[in-house]
């Protein structure tokens, strides 16, 4: 077992942003990261830049963490993956949507992607923590993990199928719960050290951290009016494609829903603004790159395994989706990015 101590003496030692802070007396993150040319870190209000996923997660890994800076102002910002920020010691003042939200120590603030947020400087006794998690991991790993519709599995598919409702959070002011530490302790030190092992049991810990905020009954949330949440039938239609999607077809599904084809597509619809195809689809091209970068498969190996024949139509989507051609794919994964 590790040593929670390990956290603390991490928490204490100083980045190179805060030494930069500390010897240069600049209270700026974006000014002290640009000059020390680890990130390009500024922050361009006039196009509302957004932080990517892949400076953040560069190996490909869904989940991380990275220790608040002290020291400093963090400008406002948005980012394309959702981050959970835990007040270990002290508290924070952090504005989401114009709104100012003082997180006290032992409390904690899940953010949606694309959520215009900024934090204040905090003191050298201070230490915040944010676990960042990219939509695929939330989709592959713990959407799946959830059998019935609650706080979390509705803040989680509002967040990866209603695009357009972006912006939401859930704030939990909890006041040192010994449950919520143990899970946080557990995943900050298995992804420290990364043994083998380390992901299965981050992923338990992350469920039941998710599980206990979900019964919390302490909560405040907020995202735009009219979020248009998604009744439970729908949750369970995700969760059941997710399970199935391999061999699923739309009269199959609708069929273990006791719906009509067309009511179960249009019901997709309605709430993901995706067809049963494109969804399909999707997680067939998710299983195809988790393939590509965790087995010696060839490409067309994986493209078969996930359920592709036609390897032009393949490649094809796969450019679409990532941007990439699943050989340069591959290679990005084995990629690191500087450690600010």
Known sequence: MYDPDELIQEFKTCTPLEKGALEWGETNSSVIANRLGIIDYQIDHSTRKTLSKEYYFPTGDGITYSKHPRFVDCPAHRHDFFELTYVWQGSVRQTVNNSAIDIGEGSLLLLDTNVRHSLERVDEDTFVVNIMMTKEYFNETLMKQFSCSNRITEFIFSALYRHSLSGNYL???????PEVRHCITAVLLELKHREPGSGEIINSFMTILLSFLAREGNCQDAGPSGSGTAPASVVGILDYINRHY???????A????????NYLSRLLKKYTGKTFISIILELKLE????LLQNTSMTIT???SASGFQNMNYFYKLFREKYGCTPKQFRTAQNTSAPSI
């Open 171 to 177: 704030y939990f002011p909890l006041a040192n719960d």
């Open 301 to 303: 190996e994986a493209a």
């Open 254 to 261: 609708a069929e273990a829903f006791h719906f009509s084809p």
């Open 287 to 290: 299983r195809s790159a988790a």
């Open 246 to 252: 391999m061999d699923l077809t739309l009269e199959k």
